[in-house]
């Protein structure tokens, strides 16, 4: 039952992953352009080109805010990494029995292993 919810969850956030694919990429180009303006306009000495890369820069940051559904995306993103994660998790249990914490008998099972090989 756990393997049939997780990939139910994993189908769903392909298909999210799979929608948001246009504004992952806008997302990305835009912040790509903003952070290339704001190091020209550190940059430069020129008035006229701090004008200019404050505009670029602007108008890259419009375009990153316009691609806001990318975040959907990511999220998409990060929980099929989870579910890739936790498919084949298995529940880590120690049951300790009368038997198993005598370390005589542990000690018996391992050399009886060894000289048997």
């Known amino acids: 039952m756990k393997k049939f919810g997780l990939l139910l969850v994993g ?3 392909f298909f999210v992953l799979l929608a948001n694919i246009g504004p992952l990429l806008g997302l990305a180009l ?4 903003s952070y290339y303006a704001v190091k ?4 430069t000495d020129s008035t006229a080109n701090k004008v200019l890369w404050g505009i670029i820069g602007l108008i890259a940051i419009g375009f990153s ?8 995306g990511l999220v998409a993103a990060y929980i099929l990494y989870l ?13 300790e029995s009368k038997e198993s914490s005598d370390p005589f008998t542990n000690f018996e099972k391992e050399w009886n292993a060894l000289t048997n090989k």
Not at 40 to 43: G, L, R
Not at 65 to 72: F, G, Q, T
Request: no cysteine; charged share 20%.
């Open 30 to 33: 835009s912040l790509v352009v």
């Open 11 to 13: 189908v769903i956030a």
């Open 83 to 95: 579910v890739y994660k936790n498919w084949n998790k298995t529940k880590d249990t120690i049951i």
């Open 65 to 72: 805010i316009a691609n806001v559904p990318a975040v959907l």
């Open 40 to 43: 020209e306009f550190m940059k």
